[in-house]
């Protein structure tokens, strides 16, 4: 069983302007001593238009935490009104990029293939992609959940070779957990990421499959991290909310 570095990731989704994200990596870092940095990797996830705010506040304070993008596009330049290239995030050092989270998916009619051709996109620069899959309420009520989120890492890894599924991060975040306050049991989410890693052991083979980091995020805060990372195959959290809140994300950091 290969020793994985839990890594929770701070979703600031479409919030806090650049001065607002200088403010609060700033108070992130004065919370979270460098000590915590040997035992968790910390990284945030602003909009893009504070990404450069915060690499000079990361650079040039010489911090421990990393940053990265909520999205990207699959393409790398062109005629893409709007979008953002893994070559533009890279330039401005991001090591993480969402793909596929349920918004994406729902508002933005994101597909399973377009996640997969993402997750290439960002690999291919360099970036780890954090991989988002989950369940919506009446499919869990169905009890369809395992088959489900599945089916949904099989889809959204879809091409990528095994070298390339071992540089990618999963999170399961089920959608009725999402912004809701309603976390899943630790158990609950113990018994989804352990099939996705099973799933990432038959697209890859089973070193890969103990190497790749396997996320729960929905409602995380410090008050159920402890227990949720506690699970074998929690490796970690990708964290909304409560990462807008410099205190109560450096907690539950130190707590991970
Ligand atoms: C998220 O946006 O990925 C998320 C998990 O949000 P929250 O923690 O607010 O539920």
Redesign the pocket.
Known sequence: MANRTPLIAG?W?MNLNHLEAIALVQKIAFALPAKYFDKVDVTVLPPFTDIRSVQTVVDGDKLLLTYGAQDLSQHDSGAYTGDISGAFLAKLGCSYV?VG???RRTLHGETDEIVAAKAKAAIDHGIVPIV?IGEPLEVREAGEHVAHCVAQVKGSLAGLSAEQIGRTVL?Y?PVW?????R?ASADDAQEVCAAVRDAIAQLADQAVADEVRVLY?????SKNVGELVGKPDVDG???????LKSDEFATLCAIA
């Not at 957990?177 to 306050?181: K, L, M, P």
């Not at 959290?237 to 990462?243: C, E, F, I, Q, R």
């Open positions: 979703n989704k969402v989270h349920s918004e988002c999170a975040e957990a999402i912004g809701t306050g976390v995020g929905g409602s995380v805060g959290a990708l964290v909304g909310g409560a990462s």
